[in-house]
């Protein structure tokens, strides 16, 4: 299993400009998860989805839109990119979501910034 | 709501040291699980170990362990024997078994550095 991916890495954005960072997971978890993380800080919750077809918005979710058309992609929306979107971008699952027991997944990142 | 306290931002120990990071909690819900990850300085978040708010003894894992104090709400990791790599941001979690979505909510983590 490769667990949690997310591309891009890194990148670059321009004030104004859009881009989808890419979260596939392929353990077959039904919950999923997208955090940013500035600097220093912790983890933010930006929006999660229980399932294919079903997303809600976390803590911090302006500026940002989420789909999931299928159990194992959840790509995150950036439209009109500002500087205060410069941060490390997580995407995370779990499974059987009433669980507590159970922990999330992360990916490695994706660090983007907005000049 | 929900609340995670990590009242130390950076902690300095010398090699094999025992480190005990703290983590205070605030939450309603009698049922929810704790966790702790750790992110090294290469980014990735790395789950160490979880407790329980029913499970009757401290969650050990390895070097790691969980100094559950339920009725002062309070789930400090300690660290036996650091190493040099133990040095990363540490991250006190928490789930409420109700939450919507079994969202989990961070703290601001501690910046462990291991001091040969």
């Known amino acids: 299993n490769a667990g949690v991916t997310q591309t891009p890495k890194f990148r670059i954005l321009k004030i104004g400009q859009s881009m989808t960072l890419q979260c596939t997971q392929d353990?077959?978890?039904?919950?999923m998860y997208w955090y940013r993380q500035d600097p220093g800080m912790g983890l933010k919750l930006i929006y999660y989805?229980?399932?294919?077809?079903?997303?809600d918005k976390g803590e911090v979710p302006n500026g940002y839109n989420v789909s999931r058309s299928t159990t194992e992609d959840f790509p995150l929306r950036l439209e009109l990119a500002a500087p205060s979107q410069t941060s490390v971008y997580f995407c995370?699952?779990?499974?059987?979501?009433?669980?507590?027991?159970?922990?999330?997944?992360f990916g490695p990142g994706t660090r983007l910034t907005v000049l | 709501a929900q609340k995670i306290t990590q009242t130390q931002p950076g902690m300095f120990v010398q090699e094999k040291e025992a480190v005990t990071l703290d983590c205070t909690y605030d939450?309603?819900?009698?049922?929810?699980?704790l966790f702790w990850y750790k992110q090294p300085s290469s980014g990735e978040m790395i789950f160490l170990i979880y407790?329980?708010?029913?499970?009757?003894q401290n969650a050990t894992e390895g070097r790691y362990s969980l100094n559950f104090q339920k009725a002062r709400k309070s789930a400090n990791l300690v660290i036996s024997a650091s190493q040099l790599g133990d040095s990363a941001m540490y991250f006190c979690?928490?789930?409420?078994?109700?939450?919507?979505?079994?969202?989990?909510?961070f703290g601001s983590g501690t910046r462990l550095s291991i001091r040969p």
């Open positions: 407790q329980g708010s029913y499970d009757q």
């Open positions: 995370a699952s779990s499974s059987q979501g009433q669980g507590i027991h159970n922990e999330q997944f």
């Open positions: 939450t309603s819900d009698p049922s929810y699980g």
């Open positions: 979690a928490m789930r409420e078994a109700y939450s919507s979505a079994s969202k989990i909510i």
């Open positions: 989805s229980v399932g294919a077809g079903i997303t």
């Open positions: 353990m077959n978890h039904n919950y």
